[in-house]
């Protein structure tokens, strides 16, 4: 009776973490074109890129019905704060016969922290082909990324501290683990499975923004592996400078998908990092593309 109380404790607190994340993404419509987003209670300072990828895509998405989106492209210019609402405002560029493009701007106060474009297009059959999955262990065989934080030990610097101790609506397990306080340098490549911890329904469109929110997770520190850094290296100044997917099949994102990183440059305090999401059997879904600031700083 014990186990399955805390079988189910766990069930409830995962699909809660869901629930949470699907009510950061419910935008409230001030007006036509213009939207607010909630703020994240539990983080605390900067507010997290996914998370203003996430809203800005779900608030474009509402403007472009019978259309559904196949790239976004954005470019964060500030940092959020994580105590306010964000607001969301949308431009209709263009609405044409098969593809629709929106503008749209995250501002928080007088000053905007993210613009994004997205473009739509109307459902249509094509050629197709894709490149074949790698080959990596399977999720089950693997430690999830907050269990691998947990097992590490050691202590972290202030503000990484708390990160290892979050549980979050989006679970990880690398396929491979690099220690976070005693990195060593390594090929610039990453492999790791991701899944919500509980499902968030059935609308498409909502599988594609918790996918938006999760892409901004593990990718940029695939560029510090050849360096011999991590996250928590207290000299590392990193920061997301722009991001852009690609939406290439239908997916859920409460099935386990495999996120595959690689960075074929870095220099003058920039990273470049790009990602393949595959499902279990195979598929591509989604490809991701991401330059980060990765500046070390003397202490």
Known sequence: MCMNRNAGEEAATAAQHVADLLHLLNLEEIDVDLHRGRE??????????????????????????????????????????????????????????????????????????????????????????????PDVPPPDDLMSQTDMLAEEGGEMPPGAANFRLLRRPIEFRPCEWHSVLTPTARPPRSASWFRAVSTPGDDPDVHRAVLAYASDMMLLGTCLRPHGVSWATPTLQMASLDHAIWFHETFRVDDWLLYVGES???????????????????????SVAQEGLIRLRDL
């Open 264 to 286: 074929p440059w870095a220099g003058h305090a920039r990273g470049f990092n790009r990602g393949q999401i595959f499902t279990r059997d195979g598929r591509l879904v989604a």
């Open 40 to 133: 994240q209670t539990e983080r605390q300072g900067r507010v997290f890129g996914g998370q203003v990828i996430a809203q800005a895509l779900a608030a474009g998405i509402r403007s472009a019905s019978g259309k559904v989106v196949h790239s976004l492209h954005s470019y964060f210019m500030r940092p959020g704060d994580s105590s306010l609402p964000i607001t969301y405002q949308i431009r209709r560029d263009f609405d044409g016969g098969s593809f629709s493009t929106r503008r749209v701007t995250a501002i928080q106060g007088d000053h905007p922290i993210l613009v994004m474009m997205i473009s739509f297009q109307r459902t249509e059959n094509g050629a197709h082909h894709q490149i074949a999955m």
